[in-house]
């Protein structure tokens, strides 16, 4: 279940982030929704981990390989002697490499952002489109109904102009 409350303004958003902190609601159910970008800890304090660069690298480094075992293990596999020249030439297989390098990280790219987007989403999410026109969401994911009853007067008292679930969207 999912409970989304919005809010006027970024201090009333990040006051009902504290009370949600402060009434033991685990950080990383917390999420801030907002249509212009917000300064990073304003609203959740919490640090996320710096992982998706790491996915880029990781796939140009596995590009570079593949694409330098392609274009090398081609040239050795079939030989053509053209007299004293190397049978593995540097630019051409510098070129294949560097082309499978920046073809896998892009495909690194675009999956690592659309895992960190949660893209696709089977499922639907609690979405107000006042969050469009300038409104803060923080939306909390919970488990049982006691909690999102609990959640839903915690971001009452903290000031939200209106307090939405997933169940309403269905």
């Known amino acids: ?17 504290n009370n949600l902190l402060g009434e033991n609601i685990p950080e990383d159910t917390v999420t801030s929704l907002s249509s212009v970008p917000i300064p990073k ?9 710096a992982w998706f660069q790491w996915v880029t690298l990781a796939g140009g480094v596995i590009g570079a390989a593949a694409g330098f075992l392609l274009a090398a293990g081609t040239a050795m596999l079939y030989p053509l002697y053209t007299g004293d020249k190397p049978i593995i030439s540097m630019f051409p297989v510098g070129i294949i490499t560097y082309e499978f390098a920046m073809l896998f990280a892009i495909i690194g790219t675009i999956a690592g952002m659309l ?12 979405y107000d489109p006042e969050i469009t026109t300038g409104m803060i969401g923080i939306s909390v994911i919970c488990d049982t109904e006691q909690e999102r009853d609990k959640i839903s007067g915690i971001l009452d008292r903290s000031g939200a102009v209106r307090i939405r679930t997933d169940e309403e969207v269905k």
């Open 1 to 17: 279940m999912e409970v989304l409350g919005l809010f006027r303004n970024i201090e009333t958003a990040a006051e009902g982030v």
């Open 41 to 49: 800890g304003t609203v959740i304090k919490r640090d996320h981990s």
């Open 115 to 126: 895992f960190q987007m949660r893209l696709p989403c089977f499922s639907k999410k609690a």
